[in-house]
């Protein structure tokens, strides 16, 4: 919710002056359209003609990929109001602004989550997992995402996301207090459950259920390399919830609280006016970090990148299924293990 919380009017009491954001603002989404423009089409386009077979988990890392990309892709109307201090594009084009952003943050934050739930399946529970983690169920979820992330987009096209005033017209700034009283708030608490605490709560359990599952010594096998490049996966993930969207959204929470006048303390708005566009800034780079988890996660994806796709795909059957379990590799007591109900006994050399 990019700027849902860039209110100015009913603050100027405490003489708070933000105006540094427009400035700052204008950098980021710049240096953001560029990097992220160049890896997320760089992206897709190994994962649609590079990478010979999809899986489970290429289709969340696709879709990821586009919900970036309808973001980036709305960055220069950004730059151009936020040098210019004016929005020109009108109504409707704010509410698309806005509706990318969402769109991109909280669709970011759920198919992370769906990437993390997808390896913790396949490593967790390798074989009990082979019904659920199928290339119908991974559509569904990803369907199931876009209708949450957009529903929760077009929730902004309930009102007038523009205001004039006699110097120049702004987009979502400048709403009044019975707006976020009436709408915003509702809005802002929605977004913070679906979007944000229950993806972070997913993301942290998974994550210290495959810790957990790779530190019992019989999962070591002769995978060592594979084991490291588990826990590489999960500090990506990890660190891009810690550094993009863990400081914007407890942020947003503690500027919707002062929009609302739940909190009237011009420290706490002080606090929260200045460290705001700092953490927004923090929130659009994951277009450009996201491709960081596509590299680390799939292994397909790095040897369709680094070897051009040469050979990648001349035979299928060297692509596993997914990046994260084979059947037809493992071992054949693995196997007995596995007739057993014995999934945690799988060794990760096969990642």
């Keep these: 919710m990019a700027s849902l919380v860039l209110n100015e009017t009913g603050m100027e009491d405490c003489g708070i002056d933000d ?13 953001v359209f560029v990097l992220g423009l160049i890896t997320n089409c760089a992206a897709l386009f190994v994962f649609c003609f590079r990478m010979k077979m999809s899986n489970e988990t290429t289709m969340f890392m696709t879709n990821l990929a586009l919900s970036d990309l309808v973001f980036v892709f709305t960055l220069p109307f950004k730059v151009f109001y936020n040098v210019n201090r004016h929005w020109p594009f009108g109504d409707e084009l704010c ?17 992370l989550t769906c990437i993390s739930v997808d390896r913790f399946l396949a490593i967790v529970y390798p074989f009990r997992s082979r ?19 957009v529903g929760g987009g077009i929730s902004v096209t309930f009102f007038s996301t523009i205001n004039s005033n006699n ?26 459950i679906v979007g944000f605490l229950l993806p972070l709560l997913a993301n ?17 096998g002769r995978g060592c390399n594979s084991k490291k490049r588990v826990l590489r996966m999960i500090l990506v993930h990890l660190g891009i919830f810690i550094i993009c969207f863990v400081p914007y959204n407890s942020i947003l929470f503690l500027y919707a609280l002062v929009r609302t006048q739940a909190l009237a303390n011009c420290a706490v ?33 790095q040897k369709s990148l680094t070897m051009g796709g040469k050979g990648s795909g001349s035979r299928p059957e060297s692509i596993p299924r997914s990046d ?20 945690s006994n799988m060794s990760v050399s096969q990642f």
């Excluded at 509410?95 to 198919?111: D, Q, R």
């Design 167 to 192: 110097k120049a017209t702004t987009c979502f700034e400048g709403f009044s207090k019975s707006t976020w009283k009436t709408y915003l708030s509702k809005i802002t608490i929605f977004i913070e």
């Design 19 to 31: 105006s540094f954001k427009y400035n700052l603002y204008s950098v980021v989404y710049s240096v």
């Design 269 to 301: 708005e002080r606090f929260a006016r200045t460290l705001y566009p700092i953490t927004l800034c923090l929130a659009c780079l994951n277009c450009c970090l996201d491709p960081v988890v596509y590299y680390f996660t799939s292994e397909s994806f």
């Design 95 to 111: 509410k698309v602004s806005g509706t990318a952003f969402i769109t991109n943050i909280y669709g970011s934050m759920l198919f």
């Design 131 to 149: 019904s659920i983690r199928t290339r119908r169920n991974a559509a569904l979820v990803c369907a199931a995402v876009w209708l949450t992330i």
């Design 204 to 220: 942290l359990v998974c994550s210290s259920l495959v810790l957990r599952t790779l530190r019992r010594p019989m999962t070591v």
């Design 324 to 343: 994260t379990e084979t059947q037809d590799t493992l071992p054949r007591d693995t196997h007995t293990a596995a007739s057993n109900g014995k999934d």
